[in-house]
């Protein structure tokens, strides 16, 4: 297949989650030197940490979260190596892989967010908001379901040279 083009709302969505992994990074190298010893590595559903770690762990977190985008950009270059289900037709092809592109990058993008904000909570001790959770699942599954049904609707939709 031919090389798939960048949108740009797909550039924009890659350079804002670049922007969010970067400006994490910064804070984190700001607050780090202040941190207490210990720090909460796990939070309860009402947003309370009820574990606790060595301050290094927030580093974990960032080059968890750093993994996550590395892998996530690297994926987003292959679009043939995607496991994608039957159905794909070389009319269709270019649709539903920029439908597949832009539901990564939008999950890229919220799981930099999520990641960010977590790090941020962490760095300043604050508990997590209760809704936090309910929120990042949502746009996750929100955005998974959008995409699958907008590449089903694509999939669906009759070829005019080949009408079986």
């Known amino acids: 297949m031919q090389k798939l083009p960048f949108t740009w709302i797909h550039k924009i969505l890659e350079g804002l989650s670049l922007l969010l ?35 290094f762990m927030i580093i974990w977190l960032f080059l ?36 597949m592109r832009s539901m990564l990058l939008w999950i ?20 997590l908001p209760r809704w936090f959770p309910i929120i990042l699942f949502s746009l996750i599954l929100g955005t998974v379901f959008y995409f699958e049904f907008r590449i089903y609707k694509e999939k669906k939709k009759k070829d005019p040279e080949n009408p079986f």
């Not at 996550?68 to 092809?93: A, H």
């Not at 967010?113 to 508990?127: D, E, I, K, M, T």
């Open 21 to 55: 992994l970067i400006l994490t990074g910064l804070y984190l190298i700001n607050c780090y030197p202040s941190l207490p010893a210990q720090i909460p590595i796990h939070f309860t559903w009402e947003g309370e940490a009820d574990a606790w770690g060595d301050k």
């Open 64 to 99: 968890f979260c750093f993994g996550i985008y590395i892998l996530l950009t690297v994926v987003n270059l292959f679009p043939d190596s995607w496991n994608m289900p039957s159905g794909i037709t070389d009319r269709n092809r270019a649709a539903v892989y920029g439908y």
């Open 108 to 127: 890229k993008l919220f799981l930099c967010g999520f990641f960010g904000w977590l790090l941020f909570n962490v760095g300043s001790q604050n508990a």
